[in-house]
Structures are given as C-alpha cells and as structure tokens.
C-alpha cells in the first residue's frame, strides 16, 4: 500500500510539474481602467487564457508610450495600441513622443478592428461642427497620453485647425480629459467612441453628441497628412454607442496588438490561434470585437512588420497577404 501511494504521488507531482511547465505567463500591456484598450485587453486575456495553454496577467500603464515601451523593453511581451503609434515608435517618428528614441524591438502580432476616434460636446451645445471648436476650451498637454495630439491633430486639420486655434486646458490623459469635461472645464471632449467611460459621461451631463467630420478627398488628404495611417469613418448609432445618435463620420485608425521581438514564435502563434478561434467568445466579453475580422488579422502595413509567430498562423490558415 505504501508503494502504491508513493507511486500515485509521483505521478501527480509529474503531471502538476508538466502543467505548470506549459502554462506560461505573459504580460499584456494596457491603458489605464475606463480606457477602451484596457477593457479590450481585459476581455482578450480571458480568452486566449481559457484557449490556450498561456497564462495572461494584464498590466495598466499610464499612457500609450509607456504601455509600448514596457514591451519594447522586455517588461511586457504584449501590448495594445494603434498601428499610426506603433509606426511613430518604430521609426522614432521626429516631433513625436519617440522623436530620437525609437522602440525597434516590436513587431505586429495582430490587426484587431478600428477604433473610432472623435470630439464630443453636450447634446445641446451651440458647438455643431468641427470647424466650430475654433476659440473654444479643449483639452491640451497630454503628459501621459501625448498620442492624443497626433490623433486631435488628425480632425482638426480636416477643417484647417491647429492646437493655435483653440483654448488649451491641460489634462494629464483621456480619463482625466473626460473627467473634466463632466465637471464642465472644457467644452469639447476627445475620447474613444464607444468607450465605456463615454457612457458614464453621457449620463452625467445629460446626453452628449459627437462632431461630424467631413469626409472629402481633401479632408481625408489632410487627415493623412498628420498620420498617413488615419482614415476616416462612420460610427452607426447602438446601445453601446453613447452619444451617436445618427450616422456619423469621424477619425480612424487601425487598433493592433504588438509583441516584442523577445518572445518566442511558438507564444505567439498560440496567442494568435485563441484569438482566431474564437469570436463568438471575444463579443461576449465585449460588442466591440463585432467589428474584428479573423480574416484581415495579418492585414499588411507599410512599416510595422509582423513577427514571424503571427506569420507562420496566417500562412497555414491561407490569409497571409505579405512577402
């Protein structure tokens, strides 16, 4: 009897061993709770964790740069931004918050859908149209999300408008941008459409409304000007959309999630295989991932490259479009 129960305890110190041996944490970097990607990135780690045999620990950083060079510096393996930031930090964009110091060390695991970029205001403010912002208070300063300044800059050279032409009132990040907004310290805000922190302010000040972008070839064209990567779209009215209550054009850019050049092919390739797999499970988390397209998760970018893990998933499901 004693053999037997030395003998069954080792074989569950084997198989314990085993598991824990494959099971492999890895950091997922994020935006601060309240922001869109902190929720996307919530949501995606219960997935590829309960898919897969990795073991995801979500880490909030303070801002986009922080969260992009937590990975870049081996202090996350994955992170969450979109791909205009990961191209400004690869090239070391000059201007930029990377001017001068270029994150090299990341590559693309994943093209996962458009996030909807826009200028909010009260759904009765006299303020009708972007060129109307023109004179007024909005949020300014960025220190710990100065990517909102490309992305700013992005609408309000669809009507010729600059930083020059409003009245700047310094936030530190887009919680804190919408925090002021409710309290009524700016009279346009700028967030995340369909963002849950949206919701809570709409509630807040009674209704809010989003500013329509003028979709032309010349507005386009000057959008691009700012980041080549924007595009413009239209964000349709639904539960989770607050404040857009009929069709609406505003900035977009592809939201990617990246890994850094460290990890191995094989995680890789298993984190992208949960996250094609499965969905179904990723809209239960979340309505938002109804706009992500398993089918254009390897979509080509012109800098941003993808890692070889990503590539050797999307050849053997036959959607690599790349050399």
């Known amino acids: 009897m004693f053999r037997f129960i030395c003998v069954l305890v080792s074989a569950v110190v084997f198989i314990t061993g085993t598991g824990i041996a494959h099971a492999q944490t890895v950091g997922f970097a994020t935006l601060p709770p309240g922001a869109i990607n902190n929720i996307t990135v919530q949501v995606m780690s219960k997935v590829v964790q309960k898919n897969s045999t990795l073991r995801m620990r979500v880490l ?18 994955f992170g969450i931004t979109e791909v205009a930031s990961l191209t400004a930090g690869l090239t070391g964009l000059a201007g930029s918050e990377y001017d001068g110091e270029p994150t090299k060390n990341l590559r693309v ?59 700047g009132v310094p936030v530190t990040n887009i919680i804190r941008g919408a925090n002021d907004f409710k309290a009524g310290k700016l009279d346009i805000g700028f967030f995340a459409v369909g963002a849950p922190k949206m919701a809570e302010v709409n509630s807040a000040v009674g ?80 309505p938002l991932f109804r706009a992500y397209n398993p089918k254009l998760m390897g979509k080509q970018f012109k800098t941003a490259k993808y890692h070889p893990g990503a590539i050797s998933f999307y050849k053997k499901k036959g959607i690599w479009s790349g050399s």
Do not use: C
């Not at 969260?67 to 081996?74: G, M």
């Not at 909102?148 to 408008?161: K, Q, R, W």
């Not at 500013?211 to 349709?236: F, S």
């Open 60 to 77: 909030p950083f303070r801002g986009g740069e922080a969260v992009t060079r937590a990975v870049n510096t081996k202090k996350a393996e």
């Open 207 to 286: 209704g809010i409304r989003w500013l329509n972008v003028r979709n032309t070839p010349e507005t386009l064209k000057a959008m691009r000007a700012v980041r080549p990567d924007y595009y413009i779209a239209t964000a349709k009215p639904s539960p989770i959309m607050a404040g857009i209550t009929s069709p609406t054009n505003v900035l977009a850019v592809d939201t990617v999630i990246f890994v850094g050049t460290h990890v191995a092919g094989s995680v890789v390739e298993e984190f992208v295989a949960a996250v094609f797999a499965n969905k179904s499970q990723l809209v239960k988390g979340h």
């Open 109 to 167: 695991a994943l093209r996962l859908r458009p996030i909807l970029i826009g200028m909010f205001v009260l759904k009765d403010s006299p303020i009708k149209a972007v060129i109307d912002i023109k004179g007024k208070r909005y949020p300014s300063g960025w220190s710990q999300f100065p990517n909102a300044i490309p992305l700013s800059l992005g609408i309000m050279a669809t009507e010729g408008l600059s930083f020059k032409d409003i009245k």
